[in-house]
Each structure stands twice: as structure tokens, then as C-alpha cells.
């Protein structure tokens, strides 16, 4: 068993940055991909961002250029940092991880808010 633990989200204007945080412990040599996914209140649970354990990483068209995946192994955390924010990206944000898409272990979420 893997358990996930997102941080970081809030609420923030447009134009703002966050950066939100999963902390991974368990089982976590059965990690090979994380990513960060987001539902929307209607919408469907979208991937927004993901990395593999090369480093590879993908983004959705929505946050290229303007969010960053990351992860410390030696944290054992993934990070998403997420700057230029429009109120678009208004979600609960999601941490999946498992040893290949789509995810077997899934955070609580973290509510991130943009709004003036």
C-alpha cells in the first residue's frame, strides 16, 4: 500500500502562484509514475501534470509553460508548481501514483481557489 498526502493549495488571485506538495510513504519502490490531476465542480477528473521515474514528464495544453512537475526522491515527495494561475484552473487538485497510469493510489486532494 501507497499513501499520498497533498499540501499547498489555497486560494490565490489571478496571475498568482502555488506550489503544491505529495508526500508518498508505503510501499513506494512500486512508484514509477506520479502525477497531479484535477477536478473541476461538472467536470471530469483531468491528468494536468505527470512524471515517470526517468524524469520523463507530460503536460496537458492548458499548463504548458506555466506549471512544473517535480518529485525528490529523497523526500519521496512530487511537487507541482503552479504560477501564472487563471481562474480556469480553479479545482481539487489530486496526487495518483502507481507503477503505471492511470494511478492505483490516489491523495485526498487540496482545493486550490483562483479568484479576485
Known amino acids: 500500500q501507497v499513501q499520498l498526502v497533498e499540501s499547498g493549495g489555497g486560494l490565490v488571485q489571478p496571475g498568482g502562484s502555488l506550489r503544491l506538495s505529495c508526500a508518498a510513504s508505503?510501499?513506494?519502490?512500486?512508484?514509477?509514475?506520479m502525477g497531479w490531476y484535477r477536478q473541476a465542480p461538472g467536470k471530469q477528473r483531468e491528468l494536468v501534470a505527470a512524471?515517470?521515474?526517468?524524469?520523463?514528464?507530460y503536460y496537458a495544453d492548458s499548463v504548458k509553460g506555466r506549471f512544473t512537475i517535480s518529485r525528490d526522491n529523497a523526500k519521496n515527495t512530487m511537487y507541482l508548481q503552479m504560477n501564472s494561475l487563471k481562474p480556469e484552473d480553479t479545482a481539487v487538485y489530486y496526487c495518483g501514483a502507481g507503477g503505471r497510469f492511470p494511478p492505483t493510489y490516489w491523495g485526498q486532494g487540496t482545493q486550490v481557489t483562483v479568484s479576485s
Open positions: 512524471i515517470n521515474s526517468g524524469g520523463n514528464t
Open positions: 508505503g510501499s513506494i519502490f512500486s512508484i514509477n509514475a
